[in-house]
């Protein structure tokens, strides 16, 4: 199926706008593919605080952990690395049902800056459930090295989401990223994600089946990118939809990482 990108805002992608009260505790979560610097940016910013623990109800580990930036204090996730959110594996599958029913304040997507045209299949697909993204563009040191240039304001303007360059490893950029962690989770600025747009009869079958779906899903639940995983046969998402039908599977996943942080 071609593939082309359609603004989903106005002509300023990123736009500024009245801040919201912060949570108690933001939610940032780390998502990304394997090998990235996940890890390595967790610590970073954690001071290697981390732990890791047991999702309810799942098998697959993740590392929580803690930092503050502007007197606040940040619960950080760092997700399962995945190529996608497709549910094919159980570490997609927890990744995808985070990022879908945990309600992040913000999703910082950890990108390779050798790799980006691979990377950013799952960028697209995250800002395909959530406009609260940040793409960390990593390995920026690696991309030097090798004599590739990268224009992340241009990413950032094509996206419609902050995009900012950081070399994990050597400490690099993370003022940068937590900036704009902060204003995305407050809503100082609104990310206005591009999204693709597949073929008409698609598009309009998502759309009427979207309304039709509308009345069983969770609030905050995405109708759009619900309605085009069941057009594709994905049927694992009404399992997780039923799993996650109030909002006390997020104050849990709160509560939980609130507890592990501590
Ligand atoms: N040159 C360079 N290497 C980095 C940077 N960040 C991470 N690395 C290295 O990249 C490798 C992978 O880093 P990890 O932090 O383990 O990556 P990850 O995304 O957590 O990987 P998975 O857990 O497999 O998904 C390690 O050898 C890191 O030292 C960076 O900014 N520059
Ligand atoms: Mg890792």
């Not at 996730?77 to 159980?90: E, H, I, R």
């Not at 570490?91 to 995808?96: G, I, M, N, Q």
């Not at 913000?106 to 940040?134: C, K």
């Not at 990223?177 to 100082?188: D, H, P, R, S």
Request: hydrophobic letters at 40%.
């Amino acid at each position: 199926m071609g593939l082309t990108f359609l603004s989903s805002g106005s002509n300023a992608p990123i736009k500024p706008s009245r801040p919201k009260p912060l949570p108690r505790r933001p939610l940032i979560a780390l998502a990304g593919n394997p090998n990235t610097g996940k890890s390595t940016l967790f610590n970073a910013l954690t001071g290697l605080r981390q732990h890791t623990g047991n999702w309810p109800g799942k098998t697959v580990l993740k590392a929580t952990g803690t930092y503050y930036y502007r007197d606040k204090k940040f619960l950080l996730v760092d997700l399962p690395g995945t190529y996608s959110l497709l549910a094919k594996s159980a570490d997609e599958e927890v990744a995808r049902d985070f990022i879908c029913f945990g309600h992040p304040d913000a999703i910082v997507v950890v990108t390779d800056a050798t790799s980006l045209e691979r990377n950013l299949n799952l960028v697209l697909q995250v800002m395909e459930i959530s406009p609260q993204v940040v793409v960390c563009v990593n390995l920026m040191d690696e991309a030097r090295r090798r004599k590739m240039r990268v224009d992340v304001e241009a990413l950032s303007r094509e996206l419609g989401v902050p995009c900012i360059p950081t070399a994990a490893r050597n400490g690099v950029g993370l003022e940068e990223l937590k900036e704009a962690i902060y204003n995305v989770a407050t809503g100082k600025i609104t990310p206005s994600p591009r999204l693709v747009t597949y073929a008409p009869e698609v598009e309009q079958a998502a759309a009427e089946l979207a309304a039709q779906i509308r009345p069983y899903l969770p609030r905050r639940v995405n109708h759009r990118w619900v309605a085009l995983r069941l057009l594709e046969g994905d049927y694992s998402i009404v399992e997780a939809i039923c799993g996650h039908q109030d909002e006390e599977s997020e104050k849990a996943a709160r509560r939980e990482v609130a507890a592990w942080a501590r």
